[in-house]
């Protein structure tokens, strides 16, 4: 039986100019030190082209090797200064990086990057004046229209001048779109000046202007709630967070905490922490607006400032789980610190990463001891199901989720995505008649979740049962998700069921083009091909879905319909 159309991966849960030339982003998850380019000779030229080759692996680490080896061998080449340079501050070598700058800006003494890196280095070891110095030196443009005036602010107040501190951000006040940013800024700066009150009707009503709110803003205005003694207050600022993501567990620490009486301590205590919360604010954003590089750069700089800053470090690892450096990834969520409020989270995202890189056992293990340690929680087991989906191993993952949904003891419309996951476990386990049950109760508690709408439907279709009512749903699935090509694809495979080719060759090629590498939809349009008298171009979708590494049940029915036709 073709296998319906799934999700790929867990069921769980800008550039500036002169990265542009020279950061290549990351495309393997596996990119380790030990496959580093076998160079015979340790030349300048064999240095310099494997430190190019692990760039574009994604294995910054090697290429900060490399290029400083080639360096170290012709100081003088043009652009390899600045290639190292930024290749090193990426990769977190932040000591390194500084002194790369340092050499840089004596070439180049208007380079934006390298000028931020020397200030931030300032702000590390106090050097508050110098760092102020320096930041007035920065163009009014890209990048430093946001750096400048808010590391300013954090500069006049590393100097006790709390006043000067919040005339630095008058800038950004005007510009649309940050009040936010401005106004958390402010917020901070008043309550380290004793002015919680007012910071706290700043926080608020930057959290009234979140749709949906944000984790940190929660967590600032939160905590200092706490501090004040407004625990019930602070309760319901977390559960307005709740309302907005019913499966986070980011708000169970502080949580916990109002319940057994304590307070939190300020998150930001200083002028450095609150340079690298800048830095954070401006580098997640640009994240969300997938300038990864740009948003790891200035990442690393606050981590710099402030290593123990979790929220900082999870970003972090989800742009490099984001660009396939999963073994990166997994290094920084388990430098998160399991006490705080995203260590919970870390651990889960850690473990699972493990799976992808297949590193199962230790994926499992880890897993089940997340299992004893929050034993009301189904998402050790719901990881751990994905994870043994992975691997095929579909009985145990039908195991695995149905201990997940034991700990649900009142299913709600977010937990639709156990019954979906036990489902898919379950027909690939060839019990289908358990799966139906389970699909149903997913599309009972999410009547309009479009994947799970498409499985079923496909499912019903690809065997032949309630062919009207799952094309109804299919329909509907890809009104849902129009832009989605494995939907696009059941769609084309239920009409062609029906025996309504022209239109099947008309949605699969709408599929064809959303999911260009996908070798079953090629299969199909190609079988669709055929149906309408395109024979030619049968034979070559047929051709092309084999040169697409099919499943290994796919390729001999492929083969023989290269040889016989339908």
């Known amino acids: 039986m073709t296998q319906p159309r799934r999700l790929n991966r867990s069921l769980a849960a800008g550039l500036f100019c002169l990265m542009t030339a020279t950061v290549v982003p990351a495309h393997h998850a596996q990119a380790k ?3 580093k380019p076998d160079f015979s000779a340790n030349t300048f030229v064999g240095n310099y082209l494997a430190g190019r080759q692990a760039q574009r692996m994604g294995d910054l680490s090697s290429a900060a090797d490399y290029y400083g080896a080639a360096l170290a061998q012709e100081p003088t080449t043009p652009g390899l200064l600045r290639q190292a340079f930024i290749v090193n501050l990426i990769d977190g070598r932040m000591d390194a990086a500084v002194k790369l700058a340092r050499e840089y800006l004596k070439d180049d003494p208007g380079q934006t990057i390298a000028q931020l890196t020397i200030a931030v280095d300032h702000l590390k070891h106090k050097r ?16 430093s229209i946001f750096t400048q005036p808010l590391l300013s602010a954090w500069s006049q107040y590393g100097q006790g001048k709390g006043d000067d501190a919040l005339k630095a951000l008058k800038p950004l006040e005007d510009k649309k779109g940050l009040e936010n940013l401005v106004e958390i800024h402010e917020a901070l700066i008043l309550q380290l000046t004793g002015k919680a009150d007012e910071a706290g009707k700043m926080l608020t009503d930057v959290l009234g202007r979140q749709s949906p709110p944000s984790s940190r803003v929660t967590h600032l205005l939160g905590a200092l709630l706490e501090r004040a003694g407004e625990g019930e207050k602070a309760k319901a600022v977390y559960q307005l967070y709740l309302d907005s993501h019913p499966v986070s567990r980011l708000m169970d620490t502080a949580l916990a905490r109002i319940e057994a009486g304590k307070k939190p301590p300020l998150a930001i205590k200083d002028a450095r922490d609150g340079a690298a919360e800048a830095l954070y604010d401006i580098g997640s954003s640009l994240r ?47 430098a998160i610190a399991a006490k705080s409020a995203y260590g919970w989270s870390a651990q889960l995202q850690a473990a699972s990463l493990l799976g992808d890189l297949n590193r199962s056992e230790d994926a499992i293990a880890r897993l089940k001891k997340l299992a004893k340690l929050r034993t009301d929680l189904p998402d050790p087991h719901l990881h751990m199901g994905d994870v043994y989906r992975r691997m095929e191993k579909y009985p145990q993952a039908a195991k695995a989720y149905s201990e997940a949904i034991e700990r649900v003891k009142n299913p709600q419309p977010h937990h639709w995505s156990l019954y979906y996951a036990r489902g898919i476990a379950l027909e690939r386990a060839k019990r289908w008649k358990d799966s139906e049950k389970d699909l149903l109760k997913a599309l009972d508690l999410r009547p309009d979740q479009p994947y799970v709408l498409n499985y079923l439907g496909y499912t019903w279709i690809d065997q032949g049962e309630q062919l ?99």
């Open 33 to 35: 030190q030990a496959e």
């Open 128 to 143: 508050f004046k110098e760092a102020q110095a320096l930041l007035k030196k920065l163009p009014k443009q890209g990048l």
């Open 288 to 334: 969300r607006q997938n300038a990864h590089e740009t948003g790891i750069a200035l990442i690393r700089m606050a981590l710099y400032l402030k290593p123990d800053f979790p929220v900082a470090r999870f970003v972090l690892a989800d742009v490099l789980q984001a660009e396939d450096r999963l073994d990166r990834a997994v290094e920084e969520y388990d």
């Open 468 to 566: 009207d009512r799952a094309t109804d749903m299919i329909k509907k699935a890809v009104s849902l998700a129009p832009n989605d090509g494995f939907i696009a694809d059941s769609l084309g495979w239920a009409y062609y069921r029906l025996g309504k080719f022209d239109k099947a060759a008309e949605e699969l090629e709408r599929a064809v083009e959303l999911r260009p590498q996908d070798p079953v939809i090629n299969d199909h349009l190609g079988d669709a091909y055929w149906k309408v008298g395109r024979k030619l171009e049968a034979r070559f979708q047929w051709k092309r879905s084999l040169s697409l590494n099919p499943d290994k049940d796919l390729i001999p029915k492929i083969e023989a319909k290269l040889e016989k036709g339908l």
